[in-house]
Structures are given as C-alpha cells and as structure tokens.
C-alpha cells in the first residue's frame, strides 16, 4: 500500500510540474517534486527509498528544463542536510521540525539555483527580476502541502492502522 | 546512521553525476522521450527552420523600437513640461524645433507663430523651467528663437542661492555663457545657480539659466566676470514651450 501511494505521490507531482509551470503567474515557485520528495522523507524509514524517490523527481524534473541533472542533485542534497540535521539537531519528530524542515528546504532550494546560477550564468530562473513576493508565497504553498498531508497521513493512515 | 546516510547520499550523487556524464555524451538521454512525446513533429521543424522573412522582421522592429524610444523621450519632456504649467501657472505652448538657422547654428525656427499667439521677446523652456532662450522673430506660423548661448543674446540675471546678486548674462561663441557687471564685493561661488531676474516683462523671475563654472576678477576692476555653462544639451533640443503669458 505504501508503496502504492508513493507512485501515485510521484505521478502527481509530474502532473502538477507539467500544468502549474505557468510562466509569470508565480505558479513555477511551487515546486511539487520537492513536496513529493519531503513528503516521502517524512514518512518513510528506508534511506535508499526516499533517496531514490528524490533522484527519480530530480530526474524527471531535469528531462524538461535545459540543464540535466541540477534538480537531481539539488534534491539530494536537500534530503540529505534534512537528515543530517535531524540525526544531531532536530531529532524531535512533533511538526514544528516539520514546518522548519520544510521551510529550510525552500530556502537551501533557491540558494542552490542562485549559487549555480551566480557562478555558471544559467538562466533557468531569472534571477535578475525574480519576484520575491511570488517567491515566498510559493514557499508558503509548499510547506503547506506538505504539513497538511503529512498531518492527515499521520493522523488517519498510521492511527487506523495502529502503527 | 550519519555514516550511513552520507553512503547513500555519496552513492546516489555518483549515480546522477554517472546519468549527467551520459546525457552530455548522448549515449543516454532521458528528456527525448517527454520530448518527443510533448513536442508534435511540426514545432521540432518551426525551430529548425526559422522563417524566411526574419531579416525583415528585424529591420521592422529595430524602425519600431527606435520610434517607441523617440515617443517616450518626447513623452518625458511634455510631462516634464505640463509639469511646469501646474506648478507656475503659466500660459504655455509647445512647439516642434522644425530646423536650425542656415546662418546662425544658434537660432532655432519652430513650427508655430503670430497664429498661436507668439509675440517677439518672450521666454523659451525645456523641461522643468530651464530657459533656452528668447523669440526674435515670429511669422504666422512659424518663429525664431535666440538661444542664451548666441553672443548677441542679453539678459538680466540674478545669482547665488539666494537670488540677490545681479549680473547681465551674454552669449558666448555659441558655447557657453558669459556674465559680467558683477559686483566686486559680492560674493560668488562656483556652481552657483544662475536664474533670471525680472527686469522684463516677457520674462518671469527665476527661470534656471545654467550653473557658474569659472569667476574672474582682479582688484583693479570695479565688477567681477563668470562663465557661465548650461544644464541641458542645446544641440538636442527637440520639444520646447514659450510663456505666452504670466
């Protein structure tokens, strides 16, 4: 069942990545790969799935933009300071980690893109005119997605099912 | 476990970076098949092959942009100069400086005349109240302008910040201005604004002429001489208004 609802997970995050990338609608700051990949992180135990899933996001997400494998990498490595941080600092599991861990992985996601774009120049997000309003609000958005799901999973699935 | 979790990362990192390596070397390319897949056969060949009339297009569009860059410079003086009307309250019309004279560089002639209600003597401006000059000569529908910089131009003046010390503004070899009967014990500075004073009744007092750039004097003589340079571009003027009436 689980690992059913992880490819339903993945398949709406492609669907979602493929309709809401309106150009200036601020809809591209939402980024359902990085909600699926958290969401996943949260819920599952096995490190080499939620890495996998995070890949396979990655992946997907870099065959339609212009440089392959950034999404990918960018993921990874977003998973993995999440983990870092919550083997030593964070290792409480109540959902104020959760929103903080959310939140740091919108921040160490546009930090990455900004640092890659800053010193190789790619123009994947424009970020000479980035509309840092649109750029909050999607961060919001995420993390939102992510509570919410993770409350309703923790609350409803793993409860019914007595774990 | 933090051991464990840096395996899985390095491990996986690896396996990206082995992905990227094949991309680049197109032996595996994983965005052609959502490629292929999203683009029909008939955008592909759109990209390839790029209209036939696109060096036209250009030249169309490099004319269009130069007039939209004209319309919004033009736009700027005329808001600049509407501007003006509300805070002074004068009468302004806008004229067209249509050419240059053919015997002297430093007269303008612009398109509107005695039919507009221009009258000889009264002020020209640009922008935010910089006078430019004078009308000399009007037609019924066209005019003559002196600008400041003509070496027969004469105006009264006032300077310091202010307005108290008097001087008589002159032309000077089309270039920059020239001041003079300043008196000696008056103090003057460089960079000093220069206005005009109301000794006519054409032109309103404190209209902005230039800035002082240079003072000469010496202790024998009983007044004190300034250049005098202007703060806008006479070369470019295109869009000007005259006072009609105070």
Redesign the interface.
């Known amino acids: 069942m689980r690992y059913i609802v992880i490819i339903l997970m993945y398949l709406l995050a492609t669907y979602s990545f493929l309709t809401l990338g309106f150009i200036n609608n601020g809809w591209q700051y939402v980024q359902p790969f990085l909600i699926a990949s958290l969401l996943v992180y949260f819920n599952v135990e096995n490190?080499?799935l939620y890495?996998?899933f995070?890949?396979i996001c990655?992946?997907t997400a870099?065959?339609?933009s212009g440089v392959?494998?950034l999404h990918?990498?960018i993921y990874?490595t977003i998973?993995?300071i999440l983990?870092?941080l919550q083997?030593?600092l964070l290792t409480s599991k109540n959902i104020l980690t959760i929103v903080l861990l959310t939140l740091l992985s919108g921040i160490i996601f546009w930090l990455m893109f900004w640092g890659v774009n800053f010193i190789s120049g790619w123009d994947l997000y424009k970020f000479n005119d980035l509309p840092w309003r649109q750029l909050l609000r999607g961060m919001g958005v995420n993390s939102f997605i992510v509570i919410l799901v993770h409350l309703l999973y923790f609350n409803f699935y793993l409860r019914r099912h007595g774990q | 476990m933090l051991r464990q979790n840096l395996k899985v990362f390095l491990v996986l990192l690896v396996t990206v970076i082995f992905f990227i390596l094949l991309k680049n070397g197109q032996i595996f390319d994983i965005g052609s098949i959502f490629r292929s897949t999203l683009l029909s056969d008939k955008s592909i060949t759109q990209l390839l092959n790029p209209p036939d009339n696109i060096q036209e297009a250009y030249k169309d569009l490099l004319a269009e942009n130069n007039r939209l860059k004209t319309l919004v410079d033009e736009n700027k003086e005329l808001k600049e100069l509407l501007n003006l009307k509300k805070e002074k309250q004068y009468n302004l019309v806008v004229a067209n400086v249509i050419s240059h004279d053919p015997v002297n560089r430093n007269i303008l002639i612009l398109d509107i005349g005695s039919n507009d209600g221009i009258a000889k003597g009264q002020a020209v401006v640009v922008n935010n109240g910089i006078i430019v000059g004078r009308i000399i000569d009007v037609s019924s529908d066209s005019s003559k302008v002196r600008l400041l910089i003509d070496r027969f131009t004469k105006l009264g003046v006032k300077i310091g910040a202010d307005h108290q010390i008097s001087g008589l503004l002159s032309g000077s070899l089309g270039l920059t201005m020239h001041l003079s009967y300043i008196p000696q014990g008056q103090e003057i500075k460089k960079n000093d604004l220069v206005v005009t004073a109301d000794l006519d009744v054409n032109i309103p007092a404190g209209l902005v002429v230039g800035q002082v750039e240079e003072i000469q004097f010496s202790e024998g003589e009983l007044f004190k001489d300034a250049s005098v340079s202007p703060l806008i571009d006479y070369d470019t003027l295109a869009i000007v208004a005259i006072i009609t009436s105070l």
Do not use: E, H, P, R
């Open positions: 490190d080499w890495y996998s995070a890949v990655g992946l870099d065959a339609l392959f494998g990918a990498i990874l998973i993995f983990k870092n083997l030593t």
